[in-house]
């Protein structure tokens, strides 16, 4: 939390205190040192983080906008203004999108990192319950304490325990089924906990009692776990140790009110589970936490990509290179792939030389959309038929695939040796263009491949490997791996990865020809699969 945000949280508090403290429920406090205090700290910290990686500017901004934001929360409490509360509902918007964006840039795992994202977001649904209660709206049957009450829930454990865990999931050298059991529950526990609240309350105490397991095993892996500072883990074992507590507070309510019995009052809970969560719970983790400063243990993407978005045909200063009879392949050696788990030397002479010359070769394919996304298929075809990109067909018939390849430069185009490879079916209509580069890491070389889209680009980044003299190629990353593999969507805003695979499976047949399967997969579901016939004798004959 940098002096300015200090400062400013501190002065706003104070004016609080002095107008709304003692005539106010106590629960606007809690809620407002969230807001004031622990938020903040908890940005400045992704904040650090991102000058050492590539800051966004939407964090920027956040940062800049936050004393704003912090007085527009304070003025509503103040003068009970549901005008300066849309400030700040709008502030958790933008917070939502931060954590939406993380996602979007690295996919849903690991856990832990999706854990961080999901505690960004649910901040959205606590700026949501802090208007409702300002603007005085009946929520089904709740009393404007119980608005109030949610508001604190997804201002505190909503935010803060997700948070917390996916920065414990950092700090450890693997994700184990436990971590990951107890990862998931205390995600979707906001969820499951406010839907049995408003539908259930047989399922709310099923919730809570899932909720309180979780969040022992969260105690127990904090004190397993090792820490830098001696000072920062006792700081957060102490948190956990504390919440351990606290949520039994929280199993005897949701109890009382499924028997009907009080255990313990509303106004306990407010006093006693406010307070505690606050001050020993939420405070010593996040300033442990802060100290220990766990770091993202995956690598940032910096491997170069295309910015060429826009229809498919190729620029007219390119049309000469069309024709042009020079041997040019997808890679100039296949060698330029060697790595760890790829060697050259190992696959089948005709795939090194497909690869190398692929003009050489004819090529027949047989592509089958599976039965889920056929209907989407259907109505796409025109599309994709106008933008001469993915223009597959539907039919399983084979059919030939006559291409040209030519070296391709184009201004927004900042990858080096970039050949473009474009397909037509049998009547002349181009069907497919794509962008052929390659980049290399430490330890492997990576096919780049760019499909232009209008207003975006898409961009397999498949990673070489041998299967006796099988060459594969593939956009999974192996368990533990940090490589660069996967499908990214390109955008003038931002580079996504989508929760997509990709992979080629290519086997010599003869001397002369070879066998392809290209599958794609949707959050794991195949719904793609192109299974090519390449011939080298049968091009020669047709020449």
Known sequence: MNKWHLTSSLIFMSFFIATRLMTGPIAEFFVLMAILFFLPAALHFFKKEGKKQKPGMLIGFLMKAFPLAALCATAAFIYHSAWFASGWLLYTFLLALFGFARLLKRGIFPLHELMIDGAWMYIALGGLWFWLYTADIQVMTFSPIIVLLTAIHFHYSAFFIPLFYGLLGRQRTKETALYKAAGWVILLSPVMIAVGI???RLFDTFSVILYVVALYIYGILCVKTRFRLTFAKGLVVFSSFVLMGTIV???????????RVTYISIDQMIWFHGSINAFFVILPGLIGWVIEGPKDQLKQKDFPIS????????????????HDREKLGLVDSLDELNGTTFSADRVSPVIRRFYENPMAFT???AVSFHWWVRPFVFLLQPVFKKIGQLYLGSSRIPYEMPGSLCRFQHPKEERENVRAWIRHNAKGEQVFFALYALHHDAAAGYMNIALPL??????AILKPFNEKEDFLLKSTRPKGSTGDEGLYLHTPFITMKLPMEESFHMKPETDQSLTAVHQMKLFGIPFLTIHYHIDSESHHVSQ
């Not at 507070?249 to 028997?259: E, F, I, Q, R, V």
């Not at 209008?454 to 961009?459: A, D, E, G, K, W």
């Open 249 to 259: 507070l929280s199993l005897l309510y949701s109890a009382g009110m499924l028997m």
């Open 307 to 322: 910015k060429v978005h826009g229809r498919f045909h190729l620029i007219s200063f390119q049309e000469e290179r069309v």
């Open 198 to 200: 408003s539908f259930s």
């Open 454 to 459: 209008p207003y975006s680009q898409l961009t």
């Open 363 to 365: 090529l027949k394919a």
